[in-house]
């Protein structure tokens, strides 16, 4: 992506600014742009890093987004959600499935959209059922009995596939294999033809492959494993490789070949190695209490912008719901800011270009 020259001045006055309110209303509603595309940015890099499990970089990515959310809290309000489920997603991934259930369901409470909320839910009930105790799996059960029943009124596939997913867990923990695979099943079928999320793919061939072992089908599961592994190493996803693994020795196990069960042993201890001195890494870090502690990042929003959304009687309230550059003070006379964003020369040499 290019950014015009202008980007790249306004971009400069943010990082050069301590606050918001140090700028010029037709200045927030430019620089507003960039700042968004900056957080998706930065959004997906968060993601990226939590799936190679490099926690660290996920930690520095997500750090600048409370930073940047926190100095412009008025330009970025509708970041607010996903900053929160990335924190969810932080602490999940880190181990720490009580606080990642707290973020989750903020980030929940914090959006409108239906289907932002379910999400959040299901996020939640899976870290809840990390936990492992009875009372954790019925607050997951709680969470996603209710979408389950009416996720055929969701408009996206994501929705559902996740859904089906946690419901599927919940089975297995309910010692309903059979079911638990049929659901699964036809999960997998969706994510597979119609999302491609490969990691959500890698995820439930594993679950199907514990399934099919549990119901003393090797051969399935082996079949099942090996390529539910060899989209796990695809993505680099740790976790996920460990959990597999885990699966093959009690396969291998189950079919007493002793050989392929002590390597593949070594094999997993190797990787649980890695993921230990990784997460040691994230544990020791400066950032790490913040963002897993249970609390929601403190702001202060701008003075004009609260009293507009309180409707508090001013010259700008008439316009300050429109999404246009007089509503942010953009007026016929530019101010001098934006005026030196214009060099006279430049003017007047595209002016003789037209003339010529």
């Known amino acids: 992506m290019v950014l015009?020259?202008?980007?790249?001045?306004?971009?400069?006055?943010?990082?050069?600014?301590?606050?918001?309110?140090?700028?010029?209303?037709?200045?927030?509603?430019?620089?507003?742009?960039?700042?968004?595309?900056?957080?998706?940015?930065?959004?997906?890099?968060?993601?990226?890093?939590?799936?190679?499990s490099e926690f660290v970089e996920a930690q520095e990515a997500l750090a600048q987004m409370i930073n940047w959310f926190t100095r412009f809290p008025t330009i970025l309000r509708g970041c607010e959600n996903t900053i929160e489920m990335l924190r969810?997603?932080?602490?999940?991934?880190?181990?720490?499935?009580?606080?990642?259930?707290?973020?989750?369901?903020?980030?929940?409470?914090?959006?409108?959209?239906?289907?932002?909320?379910s999400m959040c839910q299901v996020y939640a009930s899976v870290s809840y059922i990390c936990m492992g105790d009875a009372?954790?799996?019925?607050?997951?059960?709680?969470?996603?009995?209710?979408?389950?029943?009416?996720?055929?009124?969701?408009?996206?596939?994501?929705e559902k596939t996740c859904i089906i997913f946690v419901y599927g867990l919940l089975l297995m923990r309910q010692q309903n294999p059979q079911e638990a695979r049929l659901r699964l099943a036809g999960g997998l079928r969706i994510a597979h033809q119609q999302l491609g999320n490969i990691q959500l793919v890698s995820q439930y061939l594993t679950i199907l492959g514990t399934l099919a072992l549990q119901l003393h089908d090797c051969g399935q599961a082996r079949e099942i494993l090996k390529s539910s592994l060899t989209l796990a190493k695809t993505l680099y996803d740790i976790p996920t490789q460990i959990w597999i693994l885990s699966v093959f020795t009690e396969l291998y196990r189950e079919l007493k070949e002793r050989e392929n069960e002590m390597e593949n042993s070594e094999y997993e201890r190797k990787k649980e190695d890695d993921l230990q001195r990784r997460l040691s890494e994230a544990h020791s870090s400066p950032f790490h209490q913040e963002l897993v502690e249970k609390t929601r990042i403190q702001v202060q929003q701008l003075h004009n912008f609260s009293r507009e959304q309180?409707?508090?009687?001013?010259?700008?309230?008439?316009?300050a719901d429109l999404d246009i550059p007089e509503s942010v003070g953009l007026y016929a006379a530019q101010p001098s800011s934006v005026k030196r964003l214009i060099e006279p020369s430049s003017v007047r040499r595209s002016s003789r270009r037209r003339l010529s």
Request: with cysteine; hydrophobic share 45%; aromatic share 10%.
């Open 4 to 52: 015009p020259p202008v980007a790249f001045v306004l971009f400069d006055w943010c990082v050069n600014t301590d606050a918001e309110a140090n700028l010029e209303h037709s200045t927030i509603w430019t620089a507003g742009l960039y700042l968004m595309l900056l957080l998706q940015f930065l959004e997906n890099k968060v993601a990226v890093e939590l799936t190679r």
């Open 88 to 117: 969810g997603q932080y602490a999940h991934s880190v181990g720490c499935f009580d606080e990642a259930a707290f973020h989750f369901l903020e980030a929940a409470r914090l959006t409108d959209s239906r289907s932002m909320q």
């Open 135 to 158: 009372e954790s799996t019925s607050q997951a059960l709680e969470l996603v009995g209710p979408a389950y029943r009416t996720m055929d009124s969701f408009v996206g596939v994501r």
């Open 310 to 319: 309180q409707g508090m009687p001013g010259p700008t309230t008439a316009k």
